[in-house]
Structures are given as structure tokens and as C-alpha cells.
């Protein structure tokens, strides 16, 4: 049980990977803000967890993480509605591309036009996770300054398939390298604000976003428990930034990015760094 509760905000916090870590903290006695499209579930599910854990505070914000103006209202109130404090913040929301991508269509007849492609999943998974990154820390910078003490965590949510090809969804996995490419250049940015930001790439979990839970049977699935250590062991070193930790099995594998390919272009990476613009 925590002492001093924190402050956190779980996009997705009503299904999965979200609900998992909104029992988590609340476990712990800390104040968590939901924000979740699920607008006819959301309240419910807020209620069951404060019920379970009546030490912690649990609210509903419904919230479309793909619109800037509904994610930048839910944070407000929620930074409100916590005292004007944020501690904590879990870009989880995200949609899989439901069993088939629409990305490419290889049987279209020789006099057919093209097909935009649905990007619901891009939207989601990536934009969302840009405009929650981009309010947290927002609402983080507003707290004071104290020499060697963090003031704020962000935790975005990839997957495996932001590390390896995913070739039946890869719109899908588009959106988890971008989260990854996302996790692993704002570091150093938000660095400077002592502020982390870090990523998580799980792989198969027993979640609603796959289409059918048939697909479970064919897998090997990773326990809830092996993510919700990954997090923790993410909060417990603040000096930690822009690592990816991929999670599998009963595993935290912390995935470093690739090594230059040679000495100029790791220079010239630092170049853009030094000067400040690219």
C-alpha cells in the first residue's frame, strides 16, 4: 500500500492490458483516471475496481485516444479532478486491424479502382499514443522542480510486432514500430525535464483485441503478471528512459535498438541531436 498516492492516467483502462494495470495501481492505494471508448462500460468497470479496492480513487472518462480534442479534455479533468497532479501516464489504448488487413487487396479485378485502406488501427494506436505523450507531458512539466527526484512516467503500450514483421496485420504493426520509434526518440527530449518515457512490447496476451479467441489455442500466451512486472520494474528506476522492454513468457527482455551500421551515421544522428533541428 503506497503512502503518498500517485496520480495516473491508463488510456484503454477498461478492457486488458488497461484494466490489468488500472487493478494494479489500485491495489496500491493511487488515484487512476480511465479513459476508454468503451462509454456504456467504462463507469461500470471504474466502480468494480474502487469496489474492489476501496484505499484507491478509480473514474471514467470516456475518450476517443484517435481525437486530440476529447484526449485533451479527459486529461484536464482528470489533472483536475487529482489536484492538479499527474505522475503517471499509460498510453495503452489501441485496435488490432480485426483478422484482415485492408492495406493491400490482391484478387481486385484488372478494371477496379484502389481501395483506401482502413486506418482506425494507425489512428489509434500510434496518433493516440502521440497525443497522450504529448498531454503528459504537458501536465507534468507543471510540476515543480526537485533536484535528483522524477516528476513524471510515461509508459506507452507496443508490441512484439513493433519489433519482428507481422505480415497478416501490418498496418498493426506499423503503428507498434511507430510507438517503439516514438518511446525511443522523445527520451532525450523529455530527459531534460525529468521525465521518463519507455515502451512496452508484449507478446501474445489473452486480451479482447484479437478477433477471435479461437487464435489463443494456436499460441503461447504470457501471463498478465509478467507485463504488470515490467511496469513496475520501469517505475522503480526513473533513470531508466527510452527502453523497450519485450515481454514474453515469464520473461522481461529489455530490447536495445539497433547498432549503427557504421561509425558516420551514428555521428550524424548525434549531429541532429547537437544542433537541435532536423
Known sequence: MSTNPKSIIVTGGASGI????????????????????????????????????????????????????????????????????????????????????????????????????????VEVNLLGAIYSVNLAVHYMNKKPKTEGKPRGSIICTASNAGLYPLPTAPLYAASKFGVVGLVRSTARVVEKAHIQINGLAPAVLDTNIAPDKDLFRHMTVTPMETLVRAVDQFLADPSVSGAVAEVHRDKVTIRPPHEYVDEESGQNIETFWRLGYA
Do not use: M, Y
Open 18 to 121: 488497461g484494466l490489468a494495470l488500472t487493478r494494479h495501481f489500485a491495489s496500491q492505494g493511487h488515484r487512476v483516471a480511465i479513459l476508454d471508448l468503451n462509454a456504456a462500460a467504462g463507469p461500470g468497470v471504474a466502480a468494480s475496481v474502487a469496489g474492489e479496492f476501496p484505499q484507491a480513487s478509480v473514474s471514467f472518462h470516456a475518450c476517443n485516444v484517435s481525437s486530440w480534442d476529447e484526449q485533451a479534455v479527459a486529461f484536464e479533468k482528470a489533472f483536475k479532478a487529482h489536484g492538479g497532479r499527474l505522475d503517471i501516464v499509460v498510453a495503452n489504448a489501441g485496435v488490432s486491424e480485426q483478422g484482415v488487413t485492408t492495406l493491400v487487396k490482391l484478387d481486385a479485378g484488372a478494371d477496379e479502382g484502389p481501395t483506401r485502406p482502413r486506418v482506425t488501427t
